[in-house]
C-alpha cells in the first residue's frame, strides 16, 4: 500500500482562517491543498526504504523558522518482527531533551506510557501467532512545530493492523523538543535498534505554508 496521493486529509491542524477550514487534498504535484483556496501544506520529498534498515535522513536542508512548521506521512511495513520496535525523529540528529506520552487503544489493553524521544511508531509489547507478525504494516501523520522561540511539539496519531488476525490498533502520540533556540536544519528518522524500517516503507514530509 502507498501513500494516497488523490484523496482528502481532514485538515485538523492547519493554522488558519475559519472560512479555511474543510478538507485537504492533494494536486498533481503532491501538494496538500486547502479547499479551494490554495495551497497549506507543500510536499518537500518522500521517501522510500529501499531494504531494511535502521535510519534514514531526509535528504532537503531544512530551515524550520521559514518552514515554521512540517507534517510528516508514512506507511510502514510488512514488519517481520513485531515485539521491540520503536521508531524516532531527531531533529538534527538530536536525541536529547526528549519525551513523548502515548496512548493505545484497540485490540491489545489500552496503555499510556511515556518515552524520552520523540516517537513516530510504538510496536513494543505486541505478540502474534508464528507468520502472522509479518503482516503487520503501520500508517501514521504527524506534525511537528519547527520554529524557535518555543518548545518544538510533536502530535500526531499512527495506526496499526495485522490483517491475518484481524487486529487493529491505535495510538496517540504528543512529544516535545525542549530545545527552543537551536534552529532545525534536518529530520532524521530511526528506529530504537531493535527492529527496522522495512523495505518499501514510504514516507512523505511537508512544509507549511502559512497562507
Do not use: C
Amino acid at each position: 500500500m502507498s501513500i494516497d496521493t488523490t484523496g482528502l486529509i481532514e485538515a485538523d491542524n492547519f493554522q488558519g482562517t475559519a472560512a479555511q477550514a474543510g478538507f485537504v487534498k492533494n494536486d498533481a504535484s503532491g501538494n496538500l491543498l486547502l479547499g479551494e483556496t490554495g495551497s497549506a501544506w507543500t510536499l518537500i520529498e518522500t521517501f522510500v526504504a529501499p531494504s531494511d534498515i535502521t535510519d534514514f535522513t531526509f535528504a532537503a536542508v531544512l530551515d524550520g523558522d521559514v518552514d515554521y512548521q512540517y507534517r510528516i506521512i508514512y506507511t510502514a511495513g510488512p514488519f517481520v518482527t513485531v515485539a521491540g520496535t520503536r521508531i524516532f525523529l531527531r531533529p538534527n540528529g538530536v536525541t536529547t531533551g526528549q519525551l513523548t506520552l502515548s496512548s493505545r487503544w484497540g485490540f491489545d489493553p489500552r496503555a499510556s506510557f511515556s518515552t524520552p524521544n520523540l516517537v513516530l511508531a510504538q510496536v513494543v509489547g505486541l505478540t502474534a501467532p508464528p507468520g502472522v507478525a509479518s503482516t503487520m504494516r503501520l500508517y501514521g501523520d504527524f506534525d511537528f512545530t519547527a520554529h524557535t522561540g518555543q518548545q518544538r511539539i510533536l502530535n500526531g496519531d499512527q495506526a496499526e493492523q495485522r490483517p491475518l488476525v484481524s487486529r487493529t490498533n491505535g495510538y496517540l502520540h504528543w512529544g516535545k523538543w525542549s530545545d527552543t533556540t537551536t534552529n532545525i536544519t534536518s529530520l532524521k528518522v530511526e528506529t530504537d535498534g531493535l527492529g527496522f524500517i522495512p523495505s518499501g516503507s514510504e514516507w512523505a514530509l511537508y512544509k507549511v505554508k502559512r497562507v
